[in-house]
């Protein structure tokens, strides 16, 4: 049993933006964390020239269901969503940058929903199934690997 079965929800989460940072730190990137988490972002990377990239952190244990709410998760050539994949058949999390961009024309596995006239706010997510590896492996991090500055960032 890997580790991460051992802690809760929140425990995962923090544990997820700490190594997202990390790894963008191990990369030569600046890195900031905003004080109050109201925007929908969780880290501030400095990529240097006067840009700067806008992360919102997610992680999943397994299979499941993320989302960002859409009013926090604006599809800007500068914001990107981080997903740490803790799988239950491996003993480290995958790392995936995915440029906001994505959800402009969503196709599996983002999704793109607005509830109309329903109690849930309108989001942008991903279902992360049985096929997450091929469906996601576009934007994987391989461990190790510096993280990629090719997002398109204005």
């Not at 999704?111 to 576009?138: C, F, H, M, T």
């Amino acid at each position: 049993m890997s580790r991460w079965h051992l802690a809760n929800r929140a425990h995962v989460g923090a544990a997820a933006e700490l190594i997202v940072a990390a790894e963008f730190a191990l990369s030569g990137y600046r890195v900031f964390r905003p004080l109050v988490d109201d925007r929908g972002v969780d880290l501030l990377v400095d990529l240097g020239s006067g840009r700067h990239l806008l992360v919102q952190v997610k992680s999943v244990r397994g299979a499941g269901y993320v989302y960002m709410r859409k009013s926090g998760f604006s599809l800007d050539n500068y914001r990107a969503l981080a997903l740490l994949v803790f799988p239950a058949d491996a003993d480290h999390p995958e790392l995936f940058l995915i440029p906001a961009s994505v959800w402009r024309n969503p196709i599996p596995p983002f999704v793109d929903r607005d509830y109309v006239e329903k109690k849930s706010d309108p989001e942008y997510g991903i279902a992360v199934n049985k096929q997450w590896r091929r469906q996601l492996a576009e934007w994987r991090v391989m461990p190790g690997e510096r993280l990629p500055v090719t997002l398109p960032v204005e």
